[in-house]
């Protein structure tokens, strides 16, 4: 079973995105640190056109900090600016602000010279499910405005949220899924919740969890199960070392309890049981980027 994904969804939430771009200066695309290049929407760059952009590393404070540097690098070098936030714990959300102003700058001053008055920076947040984008629009909101109360009689009907004189913010954000044709990136946008477990073969994600973080993260795998696995071994049979330390068996002594397995894997990675991983490994992403592209 693969992935399946709808490109009806995508097409309608595309179009809704796009036009609430219009309305905007600056987008704020939030993607997972853990895996910042599979939770990027690569085609929004044709979506976002002629609009700043500033990608948002959130959930900073669950990755592999040295894995993820290197994806900054990367996007920073293909001309994105790049922010790390924690919005759960409210960590370097005014770091966003300061930079839209630094990317708007230029036009503003332009305005000015031309005897504009410039209004407010228009903003708005995208990026997949489950990212942070609520909790970010929230916190940035509780740490700029006081009172943020709907007040009667305006409309709910994209509300612009004041996060101070200079910068606005659209108040729902834009669900915008990838378009993959790479199953190792839907398995990773299951493993951080953007996608339903019911639509995904969770055997298959948990089986490339367990080839992530043996290639990675093997010391992990191996003390949080107290297990002594080596790279060399298969997935089914590192899962099976798994199922025996922590399941009784089904029936006959081959006869794991797989299901119960699975579902613990996901969910140790999901409450951060393995510590502080980041899924996209940078030096293998790049080398299939470019042998993808021969
Ligand atoms: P979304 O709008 O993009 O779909 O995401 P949402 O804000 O709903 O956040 C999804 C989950 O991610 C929430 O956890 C939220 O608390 C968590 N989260 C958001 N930003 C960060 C961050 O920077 N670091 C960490 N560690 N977590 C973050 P939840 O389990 O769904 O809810 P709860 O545990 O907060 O109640």
Known sequence: MVIQWFPGHMAKATREVKEKLKLVDIVFELVDARC?????????????????????????????????????????????????????????????????????AEKIARQVAKGIKPRAIRSMVIGVPNVGKSTFINKLIKKNVANTANKPGVTKKQQWLKLNKDIELLDTPGILMPKFDNQEIGKKLSLIGSIKDDITPLDDVSLYLIELL????????????KIDVTADDENVFIMEKIADKRFKKIGGDYDYDYDSTIKLLIQDFRTQKFGLITLDNYNDMINEEVSNEN
């Open 36 to 104: 910042p290049l599979s939770s990027h929407n690569m085609y929004l760059d044709e979506v976002v056109k002629d609009k700043k952009k500033i990608i948002i590393f959130n959930k900073i404070d669950l990755c592999d900090r040295t894995e993820t540097a290197k994806w900054k690098n990367y996007f920073e070098k293909k001309g994105y600016t790049v922010v790390y936030t924690d919005a759960k714990n409210g960590n370097n959300l005014n770091k966003v602000i300061d930079k839209a102003k630094e990317e708007l």
């Open 214 to 225: 043996k290639q990675s993260y093997l010391e992990n795998m191996n003390n949080l199960y």
